[in-house]
Every structure is written in structure tokens, then in C-alpha cells.
């Protein structure tokens, strides 16, 4: 399955329409093409201007950018993890994706009713927070009186572990704190994911502000008051203003510049949300060029070479015999391949290789 992002919030918050900005601005927008695989998911392009840059130094009949999926997921009200509302399928779905995208409402519009009748970012966290430890308090529960008769009876290792976890796990919850917020050690780590937590998967907040405030979001009472929690809690945060982006994914590119402009942005903030998402769910560029493609791939931070070449074909990883790279960053500075070749800046890295962020790699191999 694809990595996915998924969008939660409460109601009237603004989630549906950060959704449609997104859909919208690839139905109509060139550079960032939009594909629904389902009714509420979406392949996303990955805007980076460094895709660009290659192709203006080593010409490729087709560029190709990387991509990835959001998901919409069914609003949640207090009582979720209980049945209540969409709860059960709020929950579900949020087990089914890497990351979570908490679309948090940071404007003030009287004729937006709030689902608990003040606008209010902490509290409104607080709910859907509250809901998804209760959740996972409760999976935890449902384990717990199995494991720990294994562990103690059986005396079997991999229940030994497990349970210890769990003692580990249950009071942080029960605090009213995340699974994210535990330090765990690899082993730890590999029975955590086993365990399919909701609260252990990364979180961006996104700040949804007032159209008025879209070009310096961060100055805004709720911005701050969200970016405090958010530091507190290990999340990401963005602002922005999903009115404004829906419109902006709606105009053609001269219109959407010119529009641009006079807000003082330089690009769309779904950009922005698009790529900090990306990173959120550990998600790296790397890149071929020249000849008939140039191409923007994903793999996993920490990848190494065999398996980044994996990512083209299954054939590349087998048969690997090294990796021809060149840093981004070498190609932008020198003009072309030949440049970075001659400066001895071209680098033959074999199977030990950890793949980096904006790497153009040829691969050698042979099957």
C-alpha cells in the first residue's frame, strides 16, 4: 500500500475544503497534477523546483515529478472512540494511514457554525487527541490480560517484551500523553508498530486561518496558541488558509500569480503542506536525468544504494554493482554533469551507500 497522509479535524473546521484545494489544484493546475484513486483519496504531486533546475541543465524528453496520497477521513465528535458519530470508521481509517494531518480551525466567521459553538484551537485538539488515546488505551486493555499471562506462565520471550511494553505504554496514556511522546529503543520500536497505535503515528497541525491573515499566518493569536501545543506534543505545524488555496487551485497560472503577488506569498501553501507532509512520513528525493526522463523518485530516509535502485526495478537492486551520484547541490553550483566530473565532484558509491536528499544517481548493474 502507499504511504498516506490523512486529514482529520473536527467539523466545520476547514478539513473538507484543504481536501478539495488539493483536488482542485490538480484537476486545473499543470505543474501539480491530481489523480483520485478513491472518493477520498488523492495522488498528489510533490512540487520541487530542484526537478526543474535538472531539466534546464541535462534536457530529458519528459520530466516526471514523485508523488504521494492524502487521505480524507470522516469527521470525529467527542465520543468517537465509544461508537459515537463516525467514530468507528474515524478510527479505522486513521489506522490505515502513516501520518496524521490535524486540520485545526485558527479563524473567527459567524457564519461558520463551530461544532461546540465557540471557536477554540486548544480544546478542539484536546477532542480528537482525547479520542484517539482513549482508543488506544483501550486496544492496549484488550492485550493486556493475554500478554501478561504469557509473559508470567509461559515465561515466553517475545511476551516477556511485549508486555513490557505495555507497562511502559499504559500510564503515558492514561496521562493523557501520546505514544510518540515515548523514547523507544529499536526492538521496542519494532512491537510498538505491531501494535498499531494511533497515537504513535507523526502529526502536522495545520493551522487553518482567515484569507485576511494568509500571507503572515504565524502572526495570528490561534497560530501561536496551536505552535505552543504542537512543540510541546513533537508535531509539525503549518498555517494557512484552505478559502484562500481552494481559490488559488482554481485560477489559471496568471491569475494565480498575479493574485499571489498582491497577497506577498511566493508560492501556494498547499506546496507547502504537500512537501511537509512528505517529510513528516520520512519520505526522501532522489533523482534521475538526461535522455529521454528526468525523474523524481521517493524512497525512505536511511535507504541505502541497493535498495534506492530497487525503487526503479526490482532488477537494479539484484543485480546492483554501484551507483554513479551527484549531489544537487554540485550540479546547481557547476552547470553540468561534465563540470561536476571534471571538478571531481562525481562520486561511485557501492552497497553500503546511504542514499541523501537530492542525490541524481545512474545506477550500474547487471543481471
Do not use: C
Not at 499543470?30 to 535538472?54: C, H, K, Q, S
Request: proline share 4%; hydrophobic share 45%.
Amino acid at each position: 500500500m502507499a504511504l498516506t497522509a490523512g486529514i482529520v479535524g473536527l467539523p466545520n473546521v476547514g478539513k473538507s475544503t484543504l481536501f478539495n484545494a488539493i483536488t482542485k489544484a490538480g484537476a486545473e493546475m499543470a505543474n501539480y497534477p491530481f489523480a483520485t484513486i478513491e472518493p477520498n483519496v488523492g495522488m498528489v504531486e510533490v512540487p520541487d523546483a530542484r526537478l526543474a533546475r535538472i531539466q534546464e541543465i541535462e534536457p530529458a524528453d519528459k520530466v516526471v515529478p514523485t508523488t504521494f496520497e492524502f487521505t480524507d477521513i470522516a469527521g470525529i465528535v467527542k465520543g468517537a472512540s465509544k461508537g459515537e458519530g463516525l467514530g468507528n470508521k474515524f478510527l479505522e481509517n486513521i489506522r490505515q494511514v502513516n501520518a496524521i494531518v490535524h486540520v485545526v480551525r485558527a479563524f473567527d466567521d459567524d457564519e461558520i457554525t463551530h461544532v461546540s459553538g465557540k471557536v477554540d484551537p486548544l480544546d478542539d485538539i484536546d477532542t480528537i487527541n482525547t479520542e484517539l488515546i482513549l482508543a488506544d488505551l483501550d486496544a492496549i486493555d484488550k492485550r493486556w490480560a493475554k500478554v501478561e499471562k504469557m509473559a508470567k506462565s509461559a515465561k515466553d520471550k517475545e511476551a516477556i517484551a511485549e508486555f513490557a511494553v505495555l507497562e511502559k505504554l499504559k500510564p503515558v496514556l492514561e496521562e493523557g500523553k501520546p505514544a510518540r511522546s515515548i523514547e523507544w529503543n529499536e526492538d521496542e520500536q519494532k512491537i510498538v508498530k505491531g501494535l498499531f497505535l494511533l497515537t504513535s503515528k507523526p502529526v502536522l497541525y495545520v493551522a487553518n486561518v482567515a484569507e485576511d491573515d494568509m500571507a503572515d499566518p504565524e502572526a495570528t493569536p490561534y497560530y501561536q496558541q496551536i505552535a505552543a501545543f504542537a512543540e510541546q506534543d513533537h508535531a509539525e505545524i503549518i498555517g494557512i488558509s484552505a478559502r484562500a488555496e481552494e481559490a488559488i487551485a482554481g485560477m489559471d497560472p496568471e491569475d494565480q500569480a498575479e493574485f499571489m503577488e498582491m497577497q506577498g506569498i511566493s508560492e501556494p501553501g498547499l506546496n507547502r503542506l504537500i512537501r511537509t507532509a512528505y517529510h513528516l512520513l520520512d519520505l526522501r528525493t532522489f533523482f534521475t536525468a538526461g535522455g529521454k526522463e528526468t525523474r523524481a523518485w521517493t524512497f525512505h530516509a536511511g535507504m541505502k544504494a541497493p535498495q534506492v535502485a530497487g525503487v526503479i526495478h526490482s532488477d537494479f537492486e539484484r543485480g546492483f554493482i554501484r551507483a554513479e551520484t551527484i549531489a544537487f547541490d554540485d550540479l546547481d553550483q557547476y552547470g553540468s554533469v561534465k563540470a561536476v566530473r571534471e571538478a571531481g565532484r562525481r562520486r561511485s558509491e557501492g552497497k553500503e551507500y546511504l542514499v541523501k536528499d537530492g542525490d541524481i544517481i545512474e545506477f550500474l548493474f547487471n543481471v
